[in-house]
């Protein structure tokens, strides 16, 4: 297994320590299900009192939610980086 480095040197999650990479990982996760199941809404409008609001949330693919859980477990050290494919010569 990859040795976890905390915080994160580089990349998009620079910065991040060990609970914050975890509470992002188990975020993308409880995302992933609710887009499975149907239950994430896409846009919230509401009334209240004089005026109205409106939420909108970017449609995440279930391919980018499952990369984001992918590299938040490297970072973890849960599963190492996918290796590259080296033809072998006999």
């Known amino acids: 297994m990859a040795k976890s480095v905390f915080p994160v040197p580089r990349g998009p999650w620079a910065g991040m ?8 990982r188990n975020g993308a996760q409880q995302a992933l ?17 004089d005026g109205s609001r ?16 992918r590299e938040f477990n490297i970072l973890l050290g849960v ?5 590259a494919m080296r033809p072998y010569f006999r």
């Not at 320590?17 to 992002?24: G, K, N, P």
């Not at 299900?33 to 009192?49: D, T």
């Not at 949330?57 to 279930?62: D, E, N």
């Not at 599963?79 to 290796?83: E, F, V, Y």
């Open 17 to 24: 320590t060990e609970a914050q990479v975890t509470a992002a």
């Open 33 to 49: 299900i609710q887009l499975m199941s149907g239950k994430r809404p896409q846009s919230v409008n509401y009334a209240q009192g």
């Open 54 to 69: 409106g939420v909108s949330f970017a449609a995440a693919t279930q391919a980018e939610l499952r990369q984001n859980i």
């Open 79 to 83: 599963a190492a980086p996918r290796r």
